[in-house]
C-alpha cells in the first residue's frame, strides 16, 4: 500500500506542479512576480564553475539559457512531485484533509524563506513587493488542491470519483503544458533560431542595424527600467555626490563614437560581434565632477540586475573614450541594451560594460566583476580577430569570380593587414579593407577570388593588428579570456 500511494502521489505532485509552474509564470506577466527559474539563476551562476559555465556557452551559445531554463523547470517538477510523495505517505499516517495544505506550506516556506532570500531579493521575497509572499501563498494552495483532489486527502474514492480521476489529471497536466507552451516556447524558439544578428546576410554592413545588433546578459529575464524615476548616483570615496536623472546625464557634455562590441563568449567566426555610435558622457568627467580622494583606486560599477565591475581610476581617467552611453545610432538605447544609460569600454569585450547603470562608486579596493568572480578574465582586452561572412560554410558556389569578404577587428590596436588563403593556409592573399569609422571599430574587407577548377576548398582568414602582432593561430574557447583561432569555411565549387 506504500508504494503504490507514493507513486500516486508523485504523480499528482507533479500534476500539481504543472499547474503550480504555469501559474507562477502567468503571475510573472500579469503581477510581476519573477518565476523561480529566473530567480535560483544568479545564485546557480555563481556556484558554477567558470570553465563548465564557459564550455556549455562554446556548445550552446543562445541555446544555454533555454536549457538551463528548461532543466530548472524540470527540477522544480520533480520536487513538487516528491512533495505529492511526502503528502500522500503521511496520509496513510494523519488522515486530514489538511495533509496537503501543510506539505504546500512546506514547500511555500522553502521558496520565500530560503531561495528567495538566497538568490538577495530578501526574506519572503519582499524586495520584490509585499505581494510575493501572498502570490507564493496562493499558487501553493492550489496545489494544495490538486493534491487533495488527487485522493491524497481523507475522502474515500468511490467508482464515480474514480472514473473522474482517469481524466482528471490529464485535463490538468494537458493544461499546464499548453500554458507553459504558449508562454515560454515563441520566446525560446526566437533565442535560439532568431537572436537579433541572425538577421543579417551577406557582407556586414559598416554599422550594424540596431534591431541586428548582438545581445547576450546573464538574465533569463531582463530588466525594465523607467527612464523618468531612473536616477544615475555618483560618490564613494569622493569629495562631492551626483544623483543625476537621465535629462540631466542627457544635458552634460556629450561625445560621440563609432565603437564596435564583441561578446567574451563569441566562438572563431562567430555572430557576436556588432558596430554602432554610441552618445554619452565621458566617465573621466563624472569622476572628475566628484573630487576622488586620494585613497580611491577604482570605479565601481553595479547595475539593476545586480551586475557588478570596476575599473582603475589612472585607467578611467587616462581614457577620455569610456562612455556612460544612453544613445545607440541617435535614438535612446533599447531596453535589451541597457536603457537608460550603459558603461562602454571600446577595446574591451562587453563583459567588462554593465548595461542598465544605477550607480558609479569610487572605492578603496578592486570590486570583484560578475564574471571575473567565476574566472573569467580580469582584463577582458580584446583579441584580434577575423571572420569570413562570404561565402557560408559548406555553400556550393559556380567557378568564376568569386566575392569573399568579411570583419577583422582588433580593439584599440587596430587593424593593419587582413590576408585569405583559399587552399588551407598553404598560401595566403592580401585582401582590401575600408577605413575603420574610428579608432574603435572593426573593418570590412574584400577580395576576389577566381578558383582554377572546381573542387572542395578550404578558407581561412587572419589579421594583423595595428602594431604588427599576427592574430593568434592556436585554437582556444573563450574561457577565461575570449577565443582565438582562425576563422575556416569550406566550400565546394562547380561549373
Not at 503571475?27 to 563548465?52: C, D, I, R
Amino acid at each position: 500500500m506504500v508504494q503504490p500511494a507514493a507513486w500516486s502521489g508523485f504523480g499528482w505532485g507533479c500534476v500539481g506542479g504543472l499547474a503550480l509552474i504555469a501559474l507562477m509564470y502567468s503571475a510573472s506577466t500579469l503581477l510581476g512576480l519573477k518565476p523561480l527559474p529566473q530567480v535560483v539563476n544568479e545564485p546557480l551562476l555563481s556556484l558554477m564553475p567558470g570553465f563548465v559555465f564557459g564550455f556549455l556557452i562554446d556548445t550552446l551559445q543562445h541555446a544555454g539559457k533555454v536549457v538551463e531554463e528548461i532543466g530548472l523547470i524540470g527540477l522544480m517538477l520533480v520536487l513538487l512531485g516528491l512533495l505529492g510523495a511526502a503528502s500522500a505517505l503521511a496520509n496513510l499516517r494523519w488522515t486530514s484533509t489538511w495533509v496537503p495544505f501543510a506539505f504546500a506550506a512546506v514547500g511555500w516556506a522553502v521558496v520565500v524563506a530560503v531561495l528567495l532570500p538566497v538568490a538577495g531579493v530578501g526574506l519572503l521575497g519582499l524586495n520584490d513587493g509585499p505581494a510575493t509572499p501572498l502570490t507564493w501563498a496562493a499558487l501553493f494552495a492550489i496545489y494544495a488542491v490538486v493534491l487533495q483532489y488527487g485522493g491524497t486527502g481523507p475522502a474515500e474514492v468511490d467508482l464515480g470519483r474514480r472514473r473522474v480521476l482517469t481524466y482528471v489529471p490529464l485535463g490538468i497536466a494537458a493544461a499546464g503544458v499548453a500554458a507553459l507552451g504558449v508562454g515560454l516556447i515563441p520566446g525560446w524558439y526566437r533565442a535560439i533560431f532568431r537572436p537579433p544578428e541572425s538577421g543579417l546576410r551577406g557582407i556586414s554592413p559598416v554599422v550594424t542595424p540596431v534591431d541586428n545588433f548582438y545581445i547576450v546578459s546573464k538574465n533569463f529575464a531582463d530588466p525594465t527600467v523607467d527612464g523618468r524615476s531612473w536616477t544615475l548616483r555618483v560618490g564613494g570615496r569622493a569629495g562631492k555626490r551626483l544623483s543625476l536623472t537621465l535629462d540631466q546625464l542627457r544635458a552634460l557634455p556629450a561625445t560621440e563614437e563609432y565603437v564596435t562590441l564583441e561578446c567574451i563568449s563569441n566562438n572563431v567566426g562567430g555572430p557576436q560581434l556588432s558596430t554602432g555610435k554610441f552618445t554619452g558622457v565621458p566617465l573621466r568627467d563624472l569622476v572628475t565632477q566628484v573630487e576622488p580622494l586620494a585613497d580611491a583606486g577604482w570605479v565601481a560599477f553595479k547595475a539593476h540586475d545586480g551586475y557588478t565591475e570596476s575599473l582603475p581610476v589612472t585607467f578611467v581617467m587616462e581614457t577620455p573614450a569610456i562612455l556612460v552611453a544612453y544613445l545607440l545610432d541617435d535614438a535612446p538605447l533599447p531596453m535589451g541594451h541597457g536603457y537608460p544609460a550603459r558603461i562602454l569600454i571600446p577595446g574591451r569585450y562587453g563583459m567588462k560594460g554593465p548595461k542598465w547603470l544605477e550607480s558609479i562608486d569610487l572605492v578603496k579596493d578592486e570590486a570583484g566583476g560578475y564574471w571575473e568572480q567565476q574566472g573569467w578574465d580580469h582584463n577582458a582586452v580584446v583579441k584580434t580577430m577575423s571572420r569570413i561572412d562570404v561565402p557560408g560554410d559548406g555553400d556550393i558556389v559556380k567557378i568564376g569570380a568569386i566575392e569573399v569578404g568579411g570583419v577583422a577587428y582588433a580593439g584599440a590596436r587596430g587593424i593593419g593587414k587582413v590576408e585569405y588563403s583559399t587552399d588551407g593556409g598553404s598560401t595566403w592573399n592580401a585582401a582590401e579593407f575600408g577605413a575603420p569609422l574610428s579608432p574603435f571599430t572593426w573593418v570590412v574587407w574584400r577580395a576576389v577570388w577566381s578558383p582554377a577548377a572546381h573542387g572542395a576548398y578550404t578558407l581561412k582568414v587572419r589579421a594583423t593588428d595595428g602594431t604588427g602582432s599576427l592574430q593568434d593561430s592556436s585554437n582556444a574557447p573563450s574561457y577565461p579570456s575570449g577565443s582565438s583561432g582562425y576563422h575556416t569555411i569550406h566550400v565546394n565549387v562547380s561549373g
